[in-house]
Every structure is written in C-alpha cells, then in structure tokens.
C-alpha cells in the first residue's frame, strides 16, 4: 500500500538526514579556521564564523565545545543543559521546554589536534513543523512526530492543534500488530495512518493518507468498471475496434512520453488528447511527474551551483580522491595554490601529480591521518617548488560503501622563508652583540685590574678599543631602531640645511679608528669647488655613510684602500665607497639591499652582520629622493654609491618627508 511505501520511505530518508548530519560534523571539524578561532578562543570571532557555517549548511545548531566539556560558542537555541556531554555519534534527542517537547536530531563529532581531542562540535536539524512539513513533500503523505503519543510537530495545515485533538479521539485500528490504523480529524477527513519507531523510543513517526482519496479513487474504479462492462455489453463487438483505436493511440503517446522521461527530456509538456478517462488521469499524473522532476532537478542543480560556489570561495585548496588515490574534486582555491587546473588532474592519480621532492615515499603515503597535519614538500605546475600544510577527513557518501579522503591544504612556502630569515637574523644578532660586548668587558675589566700600571699610549689603547666597540653597538641599535620605524610605517626624515663635505669629514674621522686595527687607508675626496649645501637629514645622512663604510670593512682585506668621495653631477651629489673586496655576483645585486640578505661570497674577514645596514641605507637615500646601488671596480672590488638630488632656490629650506 501507498502508507506502507510511505512508511519505509520516511525510513530511508531519516537515515539520510542521519547521515547528511554526521557528514556536516566530520566537514565542520575539518575546517582549519574552526580549529585555529578555538585555539585562540577568540568567541567573537567564533560566533559569527559558525554563523556562517550553519547557513552554508543549512543547519538549526551549530556548537563548539572545548577540551573541558565547556560550550566554546554557539549557534542555534536549543534547550539541553549537557549538550557538551553528549558521546553518541548521530541520534535523536528530545529536549523539554516550557511548552511541548522539541525533538532535534544531533551529531558529535571530536575535533582532534595532533591526534589529541582539543573539544568537539554538536550539529543538529530541528524537527519541527517545518520538518514534517518537508517529508510530506518527499513522500505525499502526512507526517505527524509523537513523543510518548503525543503530538509535538506535523505536516497537517491546521497544525498541533488539530491532530492533537485527532490523536484524543478513539482510534479505530486494524491489524494493530503490524501498527495501521484511522482516525479522523475536526473537519471531518479520515485518514489511514501506520506509525513508525525511531532510534529513540519516545519518538514514533506517523505516515497518514486521506482516506477519502481513497474511497473516491475505489468509487470511480467501481463506477468505471460498471460503465465499461455495460458498453461492451451493449455495443459488443461493434466499437471494440474503434475503442481499442481510440485507447491505443493515447497509449502509444503515454509510452512515447514516458520513454522522453526516462531519457531525462523533460522539457517537452505531456499534451494527450483522449476521452478515456483512465488514460488521461495517467498522462495527467505523468505530467504532474515530470514537473516534479523538472523542479526537484533544477532545485538540486542550484543547491549544487551554491555548494560549488561555496567552496570555490574558500582560500584554501579542497582536493577529494576516490578509494583508488583518483582525484575526483579539486576545487579553485586548488587552482589557485597549484596553478592546474580542475581539466588537468580529474581522474589522475595524486601521485603522478603531485611529485614529492626528496623524499621515495609517494604522495598517497605523506598524507597524514584524520585529525592531524602534516607539511610536505612537493612539485607544483612548472616545477616550482612549494610547502603544502595538509589535514584530512574521510566522507561517507549516502549508500556508498567505502569513505572517500577529503584533503585540505595550504601554501606555506612563504611562512617558512619568514621562518629561516628570522632563525638567521636571531643567530647573527645574537653574534653582533655578543662580540663587542665580550671585548668591551674585557677591556673594562683590564682597566680595572691595572688602570695603576698602564702607561699612557696602553691606556690610550685600550680606550680606542672601547671607542670602537661602543661604535659598533651605536650603528647596530641604530639600524635596528630604523628597522622598527620602516616596519612600523613611522620613518620619516627631517630637512633643514646641511653641510654634506662635513659630514664625509666626520663620518671618515669617526670611521679611520676602526679600518686601522685592520690596516685599512680610508681616504676621503671631495671635488676642490666644494659642495653645494643641501636641504636633508644630517644625522641620517651620516648613518648612511656609516654603514657603507662599514660594510666596505668587513669585506676589504687589511692592507687595501677604502676610497670615499663625492662629485656634484647635473642637478645631484653622487657619493661612492669603493673597496677592494672579493666583489659582488651580477645574480645578487638586485637583491643586495633587502632585510636579512646575505650573500655568499668568499672572503677571509668573516665578518657578516644581521643584514640590516644597506636596507636602511636604501631607505634613508630614497627618503631624500635619490638612488642606491652597486657597480664593479676596475682592478677588483665593488662600488657602491647612492645620489642626493639637490636644487639651488630650494635648498635652503626646511621641510619633512
């Protein structure tokens, strides 16, 4: 019968929505933003990103709980005070109100770090009238849900109320065994029901249909069957053959129609002219059926196009391979990671497109388990290497067999490059303070012990070794400091008038000590007419100089000239540092003035620093509107220079950058 049909329906499509709601648990869990706003325990943050989750999903309650069985945030209203206790997978649940008992089909799910449980998420469907409402759509049938026997959501338009009232009347039943029975409800509809138990045994479902539909339907039967045994009493064999023709024809178009459905064609409407009515109540129906299908399709088609949409919109790569390693999804943030597109890998093994580097293991074997990450290096499109951060979750799809993995990935290349500049730059700062400092308290010390018997050119010695170590610390906290402001967007400089051969002069004086104790000549050349005086920085100016003296001094070796000088060009003051060291490769000097460089060059000094000196010196000198570079020296060494421009009705003024 239709209610028996109905009943094992309501049966199949419950175990779908179990499983459509464990499939959004294990998804929710999986989501790498979920997991690092409950780390962080941002709540805020948390809320209105399950917000967002619970409408992607189209769910009632979506709820985070922490390691501590505490609720981490929520989305949802439901009523029950140990919602973070639950242990049960997927079930249903009755949970008392101040009115009625609403039932909530739920499912939990852990969310695992590292393989150890950080807390778990609670996803439910609340099943209401709305509910109810929804099964009677899938079946055609009324849908009443009863705790206990009684009422708390149904499909029937006037509501709890009237099948409330139904259910307190004395119902007639048959075959009570198998569960049938009728009863009849306030405006006078009788209804042939069957009741099916769910999981919890409080909740039955009741699958009702009119009986008057079918008591009409049996009446015309009956009345049919009269009337046709009479005609072919009365005309006999006389309109057989034109009745046969009559009801043939429409058939063959009924078979014709039905074949197009069955081909999914269903744009063409079922248009049967006949006055059998038998026939045309069947093309009716038929056409009833394909505008039910034609809608259910494109209602699927669009929840579809949303789905696709949805995922194609999150930052993160989505790949899903079959229980052969085929890749069967691979979505645009995929795309966008790897530079293949979806044409390119669908149905191809994930180990032929992804190719580890230096490692034997194929791709299949680096995927991490369910609820851990994993970072693996691997060969993207054109052969540009990257560091992929990778988590997985296995799906079950409705009535399949086998799970399917679901991975989740992310480029990290960029994280990790961050992280070895910044390990680099610790090791040689830790270095840059170190030394100094160890000099400067060894000579203190030997101060003290024997400032007494020291002559005067010891002493003076001894002093010229703290000046030197006290410079070294003053241009290393001073570039640090310009550091801090150029990453903070707070560098700036300050123009007034300035006299730049005397700042070459000082620079130099403050410099020779130092290229001394190596044996180094820094000599210094300026143009005999002089130079012009310029609106600028004076004391940034001289850190500039500063630092390119210094950094001429670490890769000169002792006994070698270190030449700065400077001429005035048109509308400019070119300054030059020209050394006799090993030289800088063509390939780097591009990127010879960026934070944290440093360049392998073979050289006997050994002295690098933290590779912070020519980043400040580019951006104080393009602070004043001039340029930076590198060039050769004839006869070996390097140049490096850098422009000022300047402008005689305007130099003398005071303005700040």
């Known amino acids: 019968t239709r209610v028996e049909q109905g009943r094992r329906t309501a049966r199949t499509l419950y175990n779908a929505w179990q499983s459509e709601v464990t499939n959004a648990a294990i998804l929710t869990t999986q989501l790498p933003t979920l997991r690092t706003l409950l780390e962080t325990g941002n709540q805020d943050e948390l809320a209105a990103y399950l917000q967002t989750v619970e409408a992607s999903l189209n769910l009632d309650l979506v709820l985070t709980c922490d390691a501590t069985n505490q609720i981490a945030a929520q989305v949802g209203e439901i009523a029950l005070a140990n919602a973070c206790s639950l242990t049960e997978p997927v079930g249903f649940y009755i949970v008392p109100e101040p009115v009625g008992s609403p039932v909530w089909l739920l499912a939990n799910q852990p969310i695992l770090v590292n393989g150890q449980p950080a807390g778990h998420v609670l996803v439910g469907m609340r099943l209401d009238d709305a509910f109810a409402t929804r099964m009677r759509g899938e079946t055609n049938l009324q849908h009443t849900l009863l705790v206990d026997g009684t009422p708390v959501a149904t499909s029937f338009s006037g509501g709890l109320a009237m099948r409330t009232a139904a259910a307190e009347e004395p ?90 459905i069955r081909a999914g064609q269903l744009d063409q409407a079922i248009g049967i002219q006949t006055d059998v009515r038998e026939v045309a109540r069947v093309a009716a129906t038929l056409e009833r059926t394909r505008i039910d299908l034609q809608q259910t399709l494109a209602t699927l088609q669009q929840e579809k196009a949303w789905v696709d949409h949805l995922l194609e919109s999150i930052v993160e790569g989505i790949m899903i391979l079959d229980t052969n390693g085929r890749i069967t999804y691979f979505s645009e943030g995929a795309t966008r990671i790897t530079g293949w597109a979806n044409t390119e890998v669908q149905q191809r093994p994930a180990d032929e497109v992804f190719q580890p580097l230096d490692n034997q293991k194929p791709f299949s074997q680096l995927i991490p388990a369910v609820g851990r990450r994993r970072t693996v290096h691997v060969k993207l499109a054109a052969e540009q290497p990257a560091a992929l951060s990778m988590t997985r979750a296995e799906l079950l799809p409705p009535e399949a067999d086998t799970a399917q993995i679901a991975i989740v990935f992310r480029d990290i290349s960029e994280e990790e490059a961050v992280q070895r500049l910044m390990r680099n730059f610790l090791t040689n700062i830790t270095h840059e303070f170190r030394t100094p400092l160890t000099a400067l308290s060894a000579s203190v010390e030997l101060l003290l012990d024997q400032a007494d018997t020291l002559t005067p050119t010891e002493m003076e010695q001894m002093l010229n070794w703290l000046h030197l170590g006290i410079l070294g610390l003053q241009t290393l906290i001073d570039n640090l400091i310009e550091s801090a402001s150029l990453e903070a967007g707070r560098f700036q400089v300050t123009r007034q008038p300035t006299d730049l051969a005397q700042i070459l002069r000082e620079a130099t004086k403050l410099m020779r000590p130092l290229h001394q104790k190596y044996h180094q000549q820094l000599t210094l050349e300026l143009p005999s007419a002089g130079l012009p005086t310029l609106s600028a920085d004076a004391r940034r100016l001289t850190q500039v100089i500063v630092n390119l003296l210094a950094n001429a001094h670490k890769y000169a070796p002792a006994q070698s000239e270190i030449k700065l000088r400077a001429a005035v060009e048109a509308q400019q003051i070119k300054i030059e540092v020209a050394d006799r060291g090993p030289g800088v490769p063509s390939d780097a000097k591009s990127k010879l003035f960026h934070r944290f460089l440093h360049i392998n060059i073979d050289s006997d000094q050994k002295r690098f620093g933290v590779g912070l000196g020519l980043w400040v010196v580019k951006a104080i000198v393009e602070e004043h509107g001039g340029d930076v570079g590198v060039t050769d020296r004839a006869g070996g060494g390097s140049i490096f220079w850098f422009t000022l421009p300047y402008n005689d009705d305007n130099d003398a003024e005071e303005s700040a950058v």
């Open 171 to 260: 119902a007639t039943t048959t075959t009570e065994a198998q569960g049938y029975m009728t009863f009849a409800l306030a405006d006078g509809r009788s209804f042939y029901a069957a009741r099916l138990s769910l999981e919890n045994p409080r909740l039955t479902d009741e699958v009702a249909l009119s009986a008057t539909e079918i008591i009409t339907t049996q009446r015309n039967l009956i009345r049919t069957g009269i009337s046709s045994i009479l005609i072919v009493i009365v005309l006999g064999s006389l309109i057989g053959l034109a009745l046969a023709r009559r009801i043939s024809r429409p058939l063959l178009q009924l078979d014709q129609a039905a074949a197009r």
